[in-house]
């Protein structure tokens, strides 16, 4: 039997191998509430594929009022795109064996963001016990950290590819810059100006 959209079978990593995916029939692409799963589950539509949204109970309005397809199904119009929600407690739940079946169960493909990994906050539990077939390679998810070695940046330059420069000192600055920095109560979010 022909799987739908194949192609994507060759960019998922499981922890076992890719053999496990290829077993897949129907797939469901999976991610965490947050403000990247709109977007997630749109482009997930937008390829024919079916949606869930896994989500802290309480944090739910907008996936299941506002933008919760009429029904499961491949194209949902230009406003519902999440087919299905999943709740947890707390984030960190999605690491629980008992999520993880339920994500399996329906196939599910994960799509990791940053608040994935910022609400999950244990990268060793993501790589050694998340089970659930990551787009990407999951390994690759602890250098998106930007105070930790090795991170993106070391990427990029072994890769050879340019970035913005990084001034260590504001007296160094001596051009038009955009100014990244830490935001004071959430650490993890940069403002821009």
Known sequence: MKIKNQPVLDRVETRSGKSKIKSY????????????????????????????????????????NYFKSARPSTSSGPSGCVDEVVYVDKFKDILL?????????KNCIFIPHRSFEVYVSDYDAIE???????FGNRYLLRFEERNEKPNQYDLLEK????????????????TIVIVKVNEKERRFERAFF
């Open 25 to 64: 029939q129907d797939l469901t692409i999976a991610t965490v509430g947050s403000h990247s799963a709109l977007d997630i589950c749109r482009g997930a539509k937008d390829e024919g594929f079916k949606t869930l949204v896994v989500v802290e109970k309480g944090r739910d309005q907008t996936y299941v």
């Open 97 to 105: 064996p008992k999520i993880q079946k339920i994500l399996k169960n």
């Open 128 to 134: 050694d016990k998340f089970d659930v077939p990551i």
């Open 159 to 174: 890769a050879e590819i340019r970035y913005p420069k990084i001034f260590k000192d504001p007296k160094d600055i001596n």
